[in-house]
Structure formats: C-alpha cells, structure tokens
C-alpha cells in the first residue's frame, strides 16, 4: 500500500479526527453501539454474536468501507473462519457488485471516493452508516436461520 492517494497527498494528511467528529455529529446513535474506535476505524458491536462491524476510512486507497473485524475485548475473534461457512448466504443477501468489495477482508463493502474532499465526508459518513447496518441485516437474519 503507497502512503499516496491518487492524488498525491499523503493519507498522513487526511484529518481522520475531523472526519469522525463529523460521523459522531451526524449519528450520534452510534456511540451507543460503539466498541471501538482508532485513527482510521470506527467499530460498531454485535453484541449477540460476539461480532464487530468495522467501519473504516483509508485515503491513501480512495475508499471508505465496513468489514467484520476483530476485537478480542469484545469477544469478536476469527470473525472471518465463523462467518466462512454463511459467507454465499450473507453475500447473497448484500447483493454486491464485485467493485463494491476489497479482496483479502473477508465479508466487506466498500464505495470509492475522493476521501480528502471534506465536502465528501457528510455522504461518506451517511453511506457507511447505512452500509453496516445492510451488513448487519444479512449476517443478523443468516445466523438467526442457522
């Protein structure tokens, strides 16, 4: 991974405080179900699974996306060999185009997008809130079938 963007600014630059202050702004019911947050990552709980959903920003790539992650505090550990088995169920359910994932992250989305237009981050933050929650949809109903 270059520390460029595709437009030749370092992702040191990207201002990730700025930007998750904003996503704290705009969905503030997100601190509720909060069960970590980093730099460059926001983590949303399933506590019912021992899961997390991880929403995450990387402007060196130009994208933002949601990906199950790990969080051993949490008890959400080997997510991606639990969730291997239901992975055609759930994917079937998210109905994403083959651009819309990141290979090498499991069960993730993703939405390319110029990350360092600060006029972008309000969509940014409304897509991935939207995004884990579809994610959480499709995995919720797959293992309450299961």
Known sequence: ???????????????????????????????????????????????????????????AQNHVGVFFGRNEKFGATQSWSRLEPLRPAIEDRLKLRPEQSCEGLGINSMWRVNCFAEDNWPAMTDWLVTECSRVECAVTEVLRQG
């Open 1 to 59: 991974m270059s520390e460029f963007d595709f437009g030749g600014r370092r992702a040191s630059e990207f201002r990730h405080r700025g930007f998750w202050l904003l996503f704290a702004e705009r969905h503030p019911e997100e601190r509720a179900r909060l069960a970590r947050r980093g730099p460059w990552f926001w983590q949303r709980g399933l506590p019912d699974f021992a899961l997390v959903l991880s929403m995450y920003v990387a402007p």
